[in-house]
Nanobody
Framework: QVQLVESGGGSVQAGGSLRLSCAAS????????MGWFRQSPGKEREGVAA???????SYLGSVKGRFTISQDNAKNTLSLQMNSLKPEDTAMYYC???????????????????WGQGTQVTVSS
């Protein structure tokens, strides 16, 4: 069983930065894709960024150039550096993982099997 625990959320003004982290444990070496997803009230969960075990990255169009996903395989840690934050980035952010895959990792939430509990990001204008 894989456990994912997020940290690093908080409140920030527009234009500011936050860094989210996700610690993976329990068969974490078997994971191929890891990603960050977000959901705000009344909206569907959407993929923000994903990374494969060999370092290929995928981004939601609206965050390209502002967010950077990275991983430390030795420490089983996933990170999301968020810069130039906007009020529309406000959401609950979730770390997720998929044990299978190949090539580029999808941003479709339904393809991910393991989820963290989420961390809130609030951006004020």
């Amino acid at each position: 069983q894989v456990q994912l625990v997020e940290s690093g959320g908080g409140s920030v003004q527009a234009g500011g930065s936050l860094r989210l982290s996700c610690a993976a444990s329990g068969y974490a070496d078997s994971l191929y894709c890891m990603g960050w997803f977000r959901q705000s009230p009344g909206k569907e969960r959407e993929g923000v960024a994903a990374i494969s075990s060999d370092g290929r990255t995928s981004y939601l169009g609206s965050v390209k150039g502002r967010f950077t996903i990275s991983q430390d395989n030795a420490k089983n840690t996933l990170s999301l550096q968020m810069n130039s934050l906007k009020p529309e980035d406000t959401a609950m952010y979730y770390c997720a993982a998929a044990p299978v895959g190949g090539g580029w990792c999808s941003l479709l939430p339904q393809l991910y099997d393991y989820w963290g509990q989420g961390t809130q990001v609030t951006v004020s204008s």
